[in-house]
């Protein structure tokens, strides 16, 4: 059983930076491509950030520059710095692995950001 819990999630005002960590369990986490998704209110879910296993990242325009997704295979665990955060970036952030054509999800942590 593959279980990913995301934490690190808050309220922060723009400008300011947060530290979200993805740990996965039960699967062979270095095998894994990983991603951080996003989904705001009212909106469909859309990814932010993707990096495999290897560890090239890929960044969506939106976040470009101010985002690093990073992983730590040791401790199956997956990063995102988020820095300069703006209003725009708030929603309900998830990690999720792929490993050929199984996929997964884990439970989300809430980023809001408002002064």
């Known amino acids: 059983q593959v279980q990913l819990v995301e934490s690190g999630g808050d309220l922060v005002q723009p400008g300011e930076s947060l530290r979200l960590s993805c740990v996965v369990s039960g699967g062979a986490f270095r095998l894994y491509t990983l991603a951080w998704y996003r989904q705001a209110p009212g909106e469909e879910r859309t990814m932010v950030a993707r990096i495999t296993r290897d560890g090239s990242p890929t960044y969506d325009e939106s976040v470009e520059g101010r985002f690093t997704i990073s992983r730590d295979d040791a401790k199956n665990t997956m990063f995102l710095e988020m820095n300069n955060l703006e209003p725009e970036d708030t929603g309900v952030y998830y990690c999720?692995?792929?490993?050929?054509?199984?996929?997964?999800w884990g439970q989300g942590t809430q980023v809001t950001v408002s002064s």
């Open positions: 999720r692995a792929d490993l050929a054509l199984q996929r997964f």
